[in-house]
């Protein structure tokens, strides 16, 4: 797998990413999408708004992310999933396997 590779701030680099670190950044990169927001696949996403609100449904906002995850190519398997909702912030931890049998951790800050 190789993917083009973006900075911390989510700009484009010259070059590419591969093998583990292109699928690091394709699952946080599934994380951070809002939902309806690609043309090609209204159904892709997270529902952000819904859940960066008061009193949001936090099992369907579990169950959304671990979709996300699991969806992305050479994911083989999500071993944890931590998510800490202060105010319109989510913090979320995930641990997965990939595909190259390598165990990836990832902290991934969400906001409005």
């Not at 590779?5 to 699928?23: F, M, V």
């Not at 990832?106 to 409005?112: D, T, V, Y």
Request: glycine share 4%; charged share 30%; net charge negative.
């Amino acid at each position: 797998m190789k993917v083009r590779a973006i900075d911390s701030e989510g700009d484009w680099l010259l070059g590419h990413k591969a093998d583990s670190a292109a699928i690091a950044q394709n699952v946080k990169t599934q994380i951070l999408s809002l939902y309806n927001d690609w043309f090609l696949d209204f159904e892709n996403g997270v529902r952000w708004f819904n859940y960066l609100s008061k009193n949001p449904n936090t099992d369907k906002m579990r169950d959304e992310i671990k979709r996300q995850i699991l969806s992305v190519e050479g994911v083989s398997s999500l071993e944890i999933l931590n998510i800490n909702l202060n105010e319109r912030k989510a913090t979320i931890e995930v641990q997965y396997r990939d595909i190259y049998d390598e165990n990836q951790r990832l902290l991934i800050n969400a906001s409005e």
